[in-house]
């Protein structure tokens, strides 16, 4: 099994499929945030005027009246604000990984040469497990025989 992760970890197409996908990702979460930037710049100003009415009261009048000093505290504020609320949703892009097509392509590629080296013509990812007993699963050197206890999840 070592020897599998070490080809897979040598391997620079593994390196290159696995930079593809995080590209891949990127741009599917920048086409989400550019599609949903109207909207969401919408609710986070309505929430920011619930949560924070003193602050928006101070920003408007900083903004009617030219005084610099209120709106530097405020659009300091506002941007704090606005970067808790970026954070939010990157914890939950990391938490629905799935949901954006976020893959290990070295746990793949290991997949995918355990199958070739077991003989598994199925495809996904592979649970091994041993029976207590068995010591010995070859029969012939180098050549695991298909037990079985090999399926795909």
């Not at 070592?2 to 970890?9: C, P, S």
């Not at 009261?57 to 504020?77: I, K, M, R, Y």
Request: contains cysteine; proline residues 4%.
């Amino acid at each position: 099994m070592t020897a599998l992760r070490r080809a897979v970890r040598s391997d620079p197409s593994v390196y290159m499929r696995q930079f593809s996908l995080l590209t891949a990702v990127a741009g599917r979460v920048f086409a989400l945030l550019a599609c949903l930037a109207l909207p969401l710049s919408i609710w986070l100003g309505l929430s920011y005027v619930i949560v924070y009415p003193h602050a928006v009261a101070d920003t408007l009048s900083g903004l009617l009246h030219d005084q610099t000093v209120l709106l530097e505290g405020s659009s300091t504020f506002l941007i704090a604000y606005l970067v808790v609320d970026l954070l939010i949703g990157a914890v939950a892009i990391f938490l629905m990984p799935d949901a954006f097509g976020l893959a290990n392509a070295f746990a793949d590629a290991l997949h995918q040469r355990l199958r070739h080296h077991l003989g598994i013509t199925g495809e996904g990812r592979l649970t091994l497990a041993l029976e207590r007993g068995e010591a010995e699963l070859s029969t012939t050197p180098g050549r695991p025989k298909s037990t079985g206890l090999a399926r795909g999840v």
